[in-house]
């Protein structure tokens, strides 16, 4: 069965440098999305990504973040200049529809120290 | 403000023990409610999707119903392998993204 994977599964990084995280979503996918989830809490919405533009972005996602799609199946997620609050699990899901269920990897922890 | 709640937060049963999850929601104009189940370190996993009223869905020993205020997953039977904790989601009509609840941690005791 087809699935989204992301790499690196787990990153730790200093406070201030950038990470990118990595995504290759479902291929017939045209729906994508980033979402975290930090330790004990809810999964949190960051941004929707459609036909090559973010259709829709959270409070959460600041001008540190931002996505990018470089070529038909890489999907990216940057933060700029990490903070400690950053450290999260953060989770890649794509859709074959508006309305369909989104798919998730299994996510990339990331620690910020 | 478009909201889900879960309850219990936590959940012990036997195995064979039958019981239901709740989710709650609110949320302006239902496009979606969607049950996943996550294992711990793993992402949500897709189980059930439920669009109107009145809908129900099945899968092994799992049944997802649907009412204008709240969806129950019903659990028949349960088995060890079946601990997890299982999330609800809405989808409204005024954006793109999925709104989580915080899960129910279900744990079946052999």
């Keep these: ?113 | 403000e478009d909201q889900v709640t879960q309850s219990p937060e936590a959940l012990r049963l036997q195995e064979g023990e039958s019981s239901s999850l709740n989710c709650s929601y609110t949320v302006s104009g239902l496009r979606g409610l969607f049950w996943y189940r996550q294992d711990p370190g793993k992402g949500p996993e897709f189980l059930f999707t439920l669009y109107s009223a009145g809908e129900e869905k099945e899968k092994e020993r799992l049944k997802a119903t649907l009412t204008k205020k709240e969806s129950f997953l019903h659990i028949t039977a349960p088995k060890p392998e079946d601990s997890a904790t299982y999330l609800c989601a809405v989808r409204s009509n005024t954006g793109n993204q999925f709104y989580f609840g915080t899960g129910t941690s279900l744990t079946v005791i052999p």
């Design chain 1, 1 to 113: 069965e087809p699935e989204v994977t992301q790499t690196p599964s787990h990153q730790v990084t200093q406070m201030g440098q950038e990470v990118i995280l990595r995504c290759v979503p479902i291929s017939n996918h045209l729906y994508f999305y980033w979402y975290r989830q930090i330790l004990g809490q809810k999964v949190e919405f960051l941004v929707s990504f459609y036909n090559n533009e973010i259709s829709e972005k959270s409070e959460i996602f600041d001008d540190q973040f931002s996505v990018e799609r470089p070529d038909g199946s890489n999907f990216t997620l940057k933060i700029r200049s990490t903070k400690l609050e950053d450290s999260a699990m953060y989770f890649c899901a794509s859709s074959v529809a508006d309305r369909a269920p989104l798919h998730f990897g299994n996510g990339t922890r990331l620690t910020v120290t």
